[in-house]
C-alpha cells in the first residue's frame, strides 16, 4: 500500500528568535500542526490561521507542542476556540511543563493527550 505525507512549514523572525509552524497532511486524515519556538503575541494570528485551516480539512488534528518554548494565553484560548469549532478533531501533545500549565490554569487540561486518541 502506497502512502504518501505532505509537508509544509513557514518561519517568522523577531527580535525574540525564530517561531515555526508546521503542517502535515496525511492521507488517513489525521493531521499534525507542529509549532516551535514562542507562541506569543507576534505569532499568535499565524499559528491560529494554521490550525484553523488544517483542523476545517482533517478528520483529526494533533497540535504538538513539545517544541514550544513559551506559550502566550491568548494563543491557548485559541486552542479551546477551535476544539468548539471543530468538536472532536484537536488534541493537543504538550510535554513542555510550561504549556501544560497554561492550558490547565484555562480549564483545557482535558485537551492534553501523550498519543492522539483513536
Do not use: C, Q, W
Request: charged letters at 25%; glycine letters at 6%.
Amino acid at each position: 500500500m502506497l502512502t504518501s505525507t505532505a509537508t509544509m512549514e513557514r518561519s517568522i523572525r523577531d527580535d525574540e528568535g525564530v517561531f515555526r509552524v508546521e503542517t502535515v497532511v496525511r492521507p488517513d486524515g489525521h493531521n499534525t500542526l507542529r509549532a516551535s519556538g514562542e507562541l506569543d503575541m507576534s505569532t499568535r494570528a499565524e499559528f491560529v490561521y494554521s490550525l484553523d485551516r488544517l483542523a476545517a480539512t482533517s478528520d483529526r488534528v494533533s497540535v504538538d507542542l513539545s517544541e514550544v518554548s513559551f506559550m502566550y494565553s491568548g494563543v491557548a484560548n485559541a486552542i479551546i476556540d477551535a476544539t468548539y469549532v471543530h468538536p472532536g478533531k484537536i488534541a493537543v501533545l504538550a510535554p513542555a511543563r510550561s504549556v501544560r500549565m497554561v492550558l490547565e490554569v484555562l480549564g483545557a487540561g482535558d485537551l492534553l493527550v501523550d498519543t492522539f486518541r483513536s
